[in-house]
């Protein structure tokens, strides 16, 4: 059974910078895609960036430009860079790996956007 542990949320000023890591254990069959999302409470969990099999790329509009997904297939683990970090990006980031079997989600890892 894989597991995915994220690291490397806190707090952070507007403008500030972060950098979200996910590492995989365990086995995982086929991967279709690996990505980031994000919920706050009271709201559906929604992606922020996804890496596909044919590692095409797609970013949530509010994040392009701003945020860089990247994955280091070997090591089974996944990042995301958030630059120029702003409020509204305040919420817990989960990593996910989809498969054809199974879609596996971490615990989620806390970003906090704050003066």
């Known amino acids: 059974q894989a597991q995915l542990v994220e690291s490397g949320g806190g707090l952070v000023q507007p403008g500030g910078s972060l950098r979200l890591s996910c590492a995989a254990s365990?086995?995982?069959?086929?991967?279709?895609?690996m990505g980031w999302f994000r919920q706050v409470p009271g709201k559906e969990r929604e992606m922020v960036a996804i890496?596909?099999?044919?590692?095409?790329?797609d970013y949530a509009e509010s994040v392009k430009g701003r945020f860089t997904i990247s994955r280091d297939s070997a090591k089974n683990t996944m990042a995301l860079q958030m630059n120029d970090l702003r409020l509204e990006d305040t919420a817990r980031y989960y990593c996910?790996?989809?498969?054809?079997?199974?879609?596996?989600w971490g615990q989620g890892t806390q970003v906090t956007v704050s003066s």
């Open positions: 890496i596909r099999a044919n590692s095409d790329i």
């Open positions: 996910n790996i989809y498969t054809p079997s199974k879609n596996y």
């Open positions: 365990g086995s995982i069959s086929t991967i279709l895609n």
